[in-house]
Every structure is written in C-alpha cells, then in structure tokens.
C-alpha cells in the first residue's frame, strides 16, 4: 500500500515541476530550431557528395563504425567526393552509445588531418559521435564540457549526415549522446546548432539491415513520435510530424521486416525515421527515453530495442492523463475509427503496439536487468523524466519499479 505521505509529496512535486516544465514549453516553443536540406531516395548518399563537393570542403572526416565501413555503404559518398576533388579521412572506431574516449579519438583525428567538415554514416551512434566532434573541435572543449544545454560559444564545424538505419532521427535533433562508461552514464549534449546542415536519406543502405535492427529502430521512430505527442511541449507542427510518423511506421513497419529489400517502404520508414526526429526535437519525449537511458547506460541494451519493450507499458501508465490523444493516435495508425469512443481507440492503440512488437519479433523482457538494480534505475529515470522532459504525467519511483518488473525475466522476477 502507498501510504499519505508519498501521495502528497507526489502531488506536490508534480504541481511544481509541471509549473517548470511549462514554463520552459514556452520558451522551447518559439526557440528557431534548424532544419536541414533533406535529399531523399536511392543515391542520396552520392548526391550528397556531390553538394560537399560544390560547397568547396577540401577535406572531410567522415564518421562511422566498423560494420557500415566493411559494408561498404560509404562509398558512394567517397566516390562523389573524390569525383568532386574532396579528400576524406575514414574514422570507423565509433561502437553502440558513442564512448567518451572513441569520441575523442575521433576530435584528434579530425584535427591532425587538417578536416573542415564532418559527415556522419550510420545510426544513432556514429551521428550523435559526429556532432559532437564538430562541436568540441569548434569550441576548444572536450566532450564533457558541452554536456548540458548551450554549453559552447561557437558554432560546430559543419556536420552532415547519411543515416542508414531508420529510428534515431538524429539527422534532424538538437541533441547528441554519448557515453560514460566508467560512471555506466548516457550524457546529453543539445545546442540548436548540432542540426546537421544537410542529410541524405538514402533507403538502399537500409535494405540490408538485419530484420531485428529494423524492428528496434522502427519502433525507436514509433516511440519518439508517441512521446511527442503525447508531452506538454507539443505544437501544431510537432503533432503533424509526429502523425505523419504514425501513420508511415504503422504502413510499412510489418512490410520493412518481412521483406528489407522493399525500397519503398524502407523510403517511408527512413521518412518516418526523420519526421518523428523533427517531432521529439521540438516536442521532447518521455518515460519511455529515461527508463529507455538508464537501462542503455548500465547494460548496453540497444536504444531502440529498450524503447520498443518498455512503450506498452509506460503508455498504460499514462493513459488516464493522455485518453483524448491516444485515441488519435490510434486512428491515425489505422487500428480504430473516429466514431468510437476515446477510452476505446486509447486502449485499442496500447493494444497495437503489443501486437505490432509480436509481429516483428521484439522480446517482452530486457534479458539483462537484474532484480537488484531495480530501485536505483527507477530512482534515476524519474529524475531525469521529472527534470528534463515535459511528461503528461508524473511517475513516482515505486511505479517506475512495477514497469521494471514487469520487463524482468521470468527466472529473475521470481527470485526479485
């Protein structure tokens, strides 16, 4: 039982941190927020060479990892540039969650080869890597000083990117993540500045994905265009993007997975991919992005993959709070109509998401969380939730603790 004392407290907590958050809904609402030029379809990627070319870099470091290198899938880049009389430097030392120390291998190189320009080929990690090297080669900072909001005076280097899966969207955030290691930690880096300049969406680099990289990342996109709509910070614009995200993961998701090659569809994920990205960097997340960090930050359990598990369950959490826009959400993915009532389409929508994670083979659990970690993840999580992000509702660490269980293996739950 939860006694008086922790409901009050909670009330109390809410009411003030609601009162911030809105407050700082405000300000995010009108702060100009960069788009980049997008060019979309197959060959991107070497149009994309092409404008480097044209903009008159002399030397680019690009910034990838070792799968996407021995792929090959930046050589239609390389190619470009070479065409176009831009030498590039190959930096692919970048693993899952961009170390700190990967991160700042990446910042010497950049500045012993004489670069002018980064370019990101990858997900999330390779991205979020490469705007932070702009970032600190421009500022004179290492990695750790620009942790924060606005934490550089100077504007990055130019930073470009071809993403080539379809979730994290951070070909169009503010933001970039990196990891401590040692402290088991995910550090948030966000200035308007880290938007890259230009990204080319380039859906024949998705069409080898392996078909559980496509769920996790397809439901990364789903989760950041749910949490945006979903947040107090959402506009007019956040909430088209987000919709739009919505209705394109829902139409190609399922298709993606059964069949990668399908250009088409892997075109509108990576769409949705970069529309839900738009939609969280004005918008914000939620629940489902703390829980997701600290689960990320201590076991290396891949982003997306922790998002998709634990939205469900976050989402019926909120449901009292969120009714009306989980009802549009749910026919806008097509799994209700609009003359049913708003509980109804809310919980016909958590439903779908169930099942859409069945369909495309997410596991229900995280196996690597242990019982005994529980309550200092979920302390964590709503610390950063609660003072971060502009959530429909408030969580209290006990709740937090029940969702965490319920993602715990069978074995482990028992003896939790």
């Known amino acids: 039982m939860i006694e008086m004392p922790e409901i009050v407290g909670d009330a109390v907590r809410s009411l003030g941190l609601s009162t911030a958050m809105r407050a700082a809904g405000v300000v995010t609402g009108v702060l100009p927020i960069p788009q980049p030029v997008l060019l979309v379809g197959p060959g991107?990627?070497?149009?994309?060479?092409?404008?480097?070319?044209?903009?008159?870099?002399?030397?680019v470091l690009i910034v990838t990892d070792k799968v996407v290198a021995g792929l090959g899938l930046h050589q239609g880049l390389v190619r470009a540039l070479s065409a176009g009389g831009v030498e590039h430097v190959l930096f692919d030392q970048v693993s899952a969650d961009a170390p700190i120390p990967e991160v700042e291998r990446g910042i010497e190189t950049y500045r012993r080869k004489g670069c002018d320009a980064v370019v990101a080929v990858g997900g999330g990690s390779p991205m979020d890597a490469a705007k932070v090297i702009a970032s600190s080669v421009a500022n004179r900072k290492r990695p750790r000083q620009l942790v924060g909001?606005?934490?550089?005076?100077?504007?990055?280097?130019?930073?470009?990117?071809?993403?080539?899966?379809?979730?994290?969207?951070?070909?169009?955030?503010?933001?970039?993540?990196?990891?401590?290691?040692?402290?088991?930690?995910?550090?948030?880096?966000?200035?308007?500045?880290?938007?890259?300049q230009m990204a080319a969406l380039d859906p024949a680099l998705m069409t080898g994905l392996p078909?559980?990289?496509?769920?996790?990342?397809?439901?990364?996109?789903?989760?950041?265009?749910?949490?945006a709509f979903l947040g107090h910070w959402a506009t007019a614009q956040s909430d088209r993007m987000a919709l739009a995200a919505v209705g394109m993961i829902y139409g190609n998701l399922r298709t993606v997975c059964r069949?990668?090659?399908?250009?088409?569809?892997?075109?509108?994920?990576?769409?949705?991919?970069?529309?839900?990205?738009?939609?969280?960097?004005?918008?914000?997340?939620?629940?489902?992005?703390?829980?997701?960090?600290?689960?990320?930050?201590?076991?290396?359990?891949?982003?997306g993959l922790a998002n998709a598990i634990l939205l469900p369950h976050v989402l019926k959490f909120l449901s009292p709070a969120v009714t009306k826009r989980l009802a549009v959400l749910a026919v806008r993915a097509g799994v209700g109509g609009d003359g049913e009532r708003a509980p109804t389409l809310a919980k016909k929508f958590i439903a779908s998401v169930e099942a859409l994670n069945r369909d495309i083979?997410?596991?229900?659990?995280?196996?690597?969380?242990?019982?005994e970690d529980i309550p200092q993840l979920a302390k964590d999580a709503c610390w950063e939730a609660d003072t971060n992000y502009p959530v429909p509702r408030y969580m209290s660490p006990r709740t937090c603790e029940g969702i965490l269980r319920k993602v715990l293996p069978a074995p482990r739950r028992r003896r939790g």
Do not use: C, W
């Open 211 to 227: 078909r559980e990289v496509t769920a996790a990342t397809g439901m990364d996109a789903l989760t950041h265009a749910t949490e």
């Open 361 to 371: 083979g997410i596991p229900g659990t995280v196996a690597a969380l242990r019982a």
């Open 149 to 196: 909001y606005f934490r550089g005076l100077r504007a990055p280097e130019p930073i470009y990117a071809v993403p080539t899966t379809a979730g994290t969207g951070s070909e169009v955030t503010v933001a970039a993540v990196i990891s401590d290691l040692e402290a088991g930690k995910k550090l948030v880096i966000a200035d308007t500045r880290l938007v890259p």
């Open 44 to 59: 991107s990627s070497r149009r994309l060479g092409e404008a480097l070319a044209g903009f008159g870099h002399r030397r």
């Open 259 to 303: 069949n990668g090659r399908n250009l088409a569809a892997r075109e509108q994920m990576a769409l949705a991919a970069t529309y839900a990205g738009m939609a969280f960097t004005r918008a914000n997340v939620g629940y489902v992005h703390a829980i997701a960090h600290q689960l990320g930050g201590r076991y290396h359990v891949p982003h």
